[in-house]
């Protein structure tokens, strides 16, 4: 009977990952940290803000894996989500992620600027599943509107707060920092599962650039990335000393792995990269969002 619980337990975890709720709880953080960059007080707003985005996002990763269920199931990756080997019902998920997205967007419209909130939340749907999702298996240039897609939340977050979208220098640099964190994410995935891509005969990097080569490109994103975070405290007013150093460590933790990776030890990179990237991210929104509501 214990397996039979544990078969269960598995299948009921792989439902509730159709709704992608670790990347939808990320997302909602980026526009939360959006709100405070604007607005730094933890008010009823704020968590309208947060629960809305991750209401919209939810909806919008469900509706992603409806869309790529065929796909999935081609992938070794991604064979045994819930949609791709059938274990859920397409128009169920489908019905579920429609709700979802009306119910998040309509929840932005009690914002301080609800008319511009409403209008990033559809902009980032319509991009991710309008646009990014069906060219993603097209052609490469599809990581350009996936790149976009990372940059809406943390302006919807500031227009949410009352903030004015006329590219104020602090809301700039936060959007930057998000969107350039894409482009390494992705390749590091890809990299990873590159016989994945390769036999499937998707368009990727790998299509014109050598894994050498992708390296090389991804390091230089990297370098990038680590930059714009150094950086922070300069657009970014009013950080306390402790923040500013945190963000130099975590900043320069990630340029000494990756050029110990690409330098020293003149290897593929390693899922552990992949972490230290997505713990980089971490660190800084961990950073931003605990200042704020500290130093508030």
Request: aromatic letters at 6%; charged letters at 15%.
């Given at each position: 009977m214990s397996w039979q619980k544990q078969d269960s337990q598995a299948v009921r975890i792989q439902k509730f990952q159709v709704f992608k709720p670790g990347i939808s709880l990320a997302i909602s953080l980026s526009a939360m940290l959006g709100y405070l960059v604007y607005h730094p007080r933890a008010d009823t707003l704020f968590y309208l803000t947060g629960i809305s985005t991750f209401l919209l996002c939810t909806g919008g990763g469900a509706l992603n894996n409806c869309q790529d269920r065929n796909r999935d199931a081609a992938f070794q990756r991604t064979r045994n989500r819930a949609l791709a080997c059938?274990?859920?019902?397409?128009?169920?998920?489908l019905l579920q992620s429609i709700f979802l997205i009306l119910l998040g967007f309509s929840s932005l419209g009690f914002t301080r600027e609800p008319l511009v909130s409403m209008g990033l939340g559809l902009a980032g749907v319509l991009l991710y599943n309008g646009v990014y999702t069906p060219l993603k298996s097209k052609t490469i240039l599809a990581i350009i509107p996936g790149a976009l897609c990372g940059m809406v939340p943390p302006a919807m977050g500031w227009a949410a707060a009352g903030g004015n979208i006329s590219m104020?220098?602090?809301l700039l640099l936060v959007m930057v920092i998000f969107g350039i964190w894409q482009l390494p994410h992705f390749w590091l995935i890809l990299l990873t599962h590159e016989n994945d891509y390769q036999n499937n005969a998707v368009p990727s990097m790998l299509t014109f650039f050598s894994v050498k080569q992708l390296e090389q490109i991804l390091f230089v994103w990297v370098m990038l990335f680590s930059s714009m975070i150094l950086m922070t405290p300069l657009f970014i007013?009013?950080?306390?000393?402790?923040?500013?150093?945190?963000?130099?460590i975590n900043a320069m933790g990630m340029v000494m792995w990756f050029s110990g990776q690409f330098f020293l030890k003149n290897e593929k990179y390693t899922p552990i990269s992949f972490i230290v990237l997505n713990?980089?991210?971490?660190?800084?929104?961990?950073?931003?969002?605990?200042?704020?509501l500290l130093g508030g």
């Open positions: 059938g274990t859920l019902d397409l128009y169920s998920v104020d220098t602090s007013p009013r950080l306390s000393p402790l923040s500013c150093i945190v963000l130099g713990m980089g991210m971490g660190v800084f929104m961990t950073v931003i969002i605990m200042d704020r």
